[in-house]
């Protein structure tokens, strides 16, 4: 079965700073990648995802994920973070195809401090 | 609604107690889980549904734990004979394809054990 790890699970940063979350899966075969992000008081939402092509992906609010094969990893960044950027993050892979499950890393709290 | 549906909200109960949390997924969903999330834990994988394939039951923690998806659309997880550990937030999600689907999260029942 697939694993996630995620680490620097509390991060701590300013406005306007840069913001990259590690995120290294291991599975075998071909994946299906996602981040969410859970914002104080609200259910988790999907950030981003990956399925297969660029492995650049671009999602919402300015955050992007590049995939790298051969690392197993799907780090997510954002170049200048806003006070409303604080959330919890969480990277989940699926091993594409079948009724494999989704499995998610531990998450990472970041506090955008204005 | 056009969301997933989890109830209740907040659940405080007693040590030793059955209780029950209810899920209604989106409708036309066909794969539904639930996982439970504590702090600084992450999410951890419950049980997976999806369409009608045999549950996943892997995540379960204990036979204490059980879960039934009626008709391919409500499920409900139960948990018998409740213990400290088991408090939590329980997160419920649903996706239309299984495999390559895109969740999407319930509020959460926020269970407390006394």
């Known amino acids: 079965a697939q694993s996630v790890s995620q680490h620097n699970h509390h991060v701590i940063l300013s406005e306007a700073a840069s913001l990259e979350l590690g995120c290294n899966y291991s599975?075998?075969?071909?994946?299906?990648l996602f981040w969410y992000v859970q914002y104080p008081g609200q259910h988790l939402q999907l950030l981003l995802k990956y399925f297969s092509g660029d492995p650049l992906v671009k999602g919402i609010k300015g955050f992007e994920a590049e995939f790298i094969k051969s690392k197993f990893s799907f780090n997510l960044r954002k170049p200048s973070v806003q006070w409303s950027d604080t959330a919890e993050y969480f990277c989940a892979v699926k091993g594409a195809g079948g009724n494999n499950r989704l499995a998610f890393g531990k998450g990472n709290q970041v506090v955008v401090i204005p | 609604g056009a969301g997933v549906s989890q109830s209740p909200s907040n659940k405080v109960t007693e040590k030793g107690k059955d209780v029950e949390l209810r899920c209604d997924p989106i409708?036309?969903?066909?794969?539904l889980y639930w996982y439970r999330q504590s702090l600084g834990q992450g999410l951890e994988f419950l049980i997976y549904f999806q369409g009608n394939s045999a549950p996943d039951k892997s995540g379960l923690p204990s036979d204490r734990f059980s879960a039934e998806r009626t008709g391919g659309s409500v499920s409900t997880l139960t948990i018998q004979r409740t213990q400290q550990e088991d408090s939590a937030v329980y997160l419920c999600a649903s996706s239309f394809e299984g495999h390559t689907g895109e969740l999407f999260f319930g509020e959460g029942s926020r269970l407390t054990v006394l």
């Open positions: 599975y075998g075969g071909t994946v299906n």
């Open positions: 409708s036309g969903h066909t794969a």
